[in-house]
């Protein structure tokens, strides 16, 4: 059984459009996160949600928003895409504020 | 949230050759984590470091939490081929503060080995 599972595995849109990844994990975890990884392979922390409470990289645009219907999940929601927002994304759950992470797959978004 | 320098960048190595990579951090850090990325595939969790001199393995990976909790070291002993990929230490953003802000991350050691 997939622990974090991501869907779709590839997206390709046009610039301007809106989209949405979806994230979903069945370790009974708390906490979810989304990360983006550039062309260079590196890895930067978007967002990190509980139940509790939202905390928001500051470098990331408010065209990005993260959507959580209940524990399991934790989609993310891009409006007005960019070029610039080409890139894998990676969707990560722990137990509570535990530094272990668990990761998803990746999405690679290619905006044209 | 924290800076953490990984070295090498690369490493081009034969098959059975031990493998070291580091990382450093100006800050302090309390949890250093090891993870393997595969091409296509997302970074797995190799090893998690949480008290300062700790020395753990899994399998032919040793890794250590640096005595000055500013850095960590990943061993691979006898490589093989399956081993390459992309190495990411990672620590809490900020450092000495619990995941929930989720994890900083290293550039990366990408491991390269010929036959």
């Known amino acids: 059984d997939t622990a974090v599972s991501q869907t779709p595995k590839y997206l390709v849109t046009q610039m301007g459009n809106d989209k949405s990844i979806k994230c979903e994990q069945n370790?009974?975890?708390?906490?979810m996160y989304w990360y983006k990884q550039d062309s260079k392979k590196f890895l930067k922390i978007m967002f990190s949600?509980?139940?509790?409470?939202?905390?928001i990289n500051e470098t990331v645009p408010n065209r990005f928003s993260p959507k959580s219907p209940d524990k399991a999940h934790l989609n993310l929601h891009i409006n007005s895409l960019e070029l610039g927002d080409s890139a894998v994304y990676f969707c990560?759950?722990?137990?509570?504020?535990?530094?272990?992470?668990?990761f998803g797959p990746g999405t690679r978004l290619t905006v044209l | 949230g924290q800076q953490l320098n990984q070295s090498p960048q690369s490493m081009f190595i034969q098959e059975g050759e031990d493998v070291s990579m580091n990382c450093t951090s100006s800050s302090i850090f309390n949890t250093w984590l090891w993870y393997k990325q595969d091409p296509g595939e997302g970074p797995v969790l190799l090893i998690a470091l949480y008290k300062a001199g700790e020395l753990t393995s899994n399998g032919r990976l040793t890794a250590q939490f640096g005595i000055t909790r500013k850095d960590s070291f990943l061993n691979i002993s006898a490589s093989i081929p399956s081993d390459v990929g992309i190495y990411f230490c990672a620590g809490p953003v900020r450092g000495s503060g619990g995941g929930a802000d989720g994890l900083t991350f290293g550039k990366g050691t990408h491991l390269i080995i010929q036959p």
């Open positions: 949600y509980n139940n509790k409470e939202l905390i």
């Open positions: 990560a759950s722990s137990r509570g504020s535990y530094n272990e992470q668990f």
């Open positions: 370790l009974g975890h708390d906490t």
